[in-house]
């Protein structure tokens, strides 16, 4: 219900608007491509915010307890999960704007494929069709749109992929190679502490790691989705150049 409520209000904001701006700008089409990621992301990307808030909550409160238990024995362990989480973040912001330019630079072929769908099936192009070869052009201009998205949709999700790759290595390298080496190497050449407390850092430096690579999946998407929300605020922060003071006349029939 929450969510129902908080989507009929953003959709409310984005046709008021739509109706405030100039007429002018319905003749530019980066006009269209800003309006069309608006209306395009803008449910789905504020449902994903807030289940990710929550989500992000829950896993704070988990790392803090599973933290608490391995700097407790090692808390010279600290500066690698901060290292850790810098290069990530670096790495996660590369990604994060590889799938946005690629959302961005699609936006203009997603426009024409959706007008080719609109023409199939609205009733007021139906006879057209059916009485001349009218659909053989619209269908030779959806295809050339798929073809240009999947060219552009191909060299940023590359792009996209390898960043996801490195931010995963990072982590797992961090915790499996750097904190739990150290933690057996202290255990088995220094004897720092007993086969009952190893057992239980090893088990918190994994419950650790698992959250570590949860945040980071957390952090992108929280990232992506705060990209495309101020796309739509900067949809509405557009002033018409011409003011409209009226209501326009309501017809009777």
Known sequence: ????????????????????????????????????????????????ILSTMSFLISLVISMFGFGTAVLIYEPFILPFLIAAMLIVRTVQKRFVDARFTRRKKTVKERRKMDYVKRVVY??????????????????????????????????????AGIYRIC????????????????????????????FGVLTTVLNAASALDSCLSDMIWAGARLNENGVFIENFREFLAYQPKMTEKEDGMIPKN
Do not use: W
């Not at 984005?14 to 100039?22: E, G």
């Open 1 to 48: 219900q929450t969510d129902v409520l908080i989507q009929s209000k953003l959709m409310d904001l984005i046709y008021q608007q739509a109706l405030r701006v100039d007429l002018s700008c319905y003749e530019n089409p980066e006009f269209y491509d800003t309006y069309t990621q608006a209306n395009e992301e803008i449910l789905t990307r504020t449902t994903e």
């Open 122 to 159: 609205l009733q007021d192009y139906a006879k057209d069709l059916r009485l001349t070869n009218i659909f053989a052009p619209v269908l030779e201009n959806f295809h050339s749109a798929a073809e240009s998205s999947r060219t552009v949709s191909k060299k940023y999700g590359k792009r």
């Open 167 to 194: 931010s995963s290595m990072v982590s797992s390298l961090t915790v499996f190679l750097g904190i739990q080496g150290i933690i057996i190497y202290r255990y088995l050449v220094l004897q720092k502490y007993s």
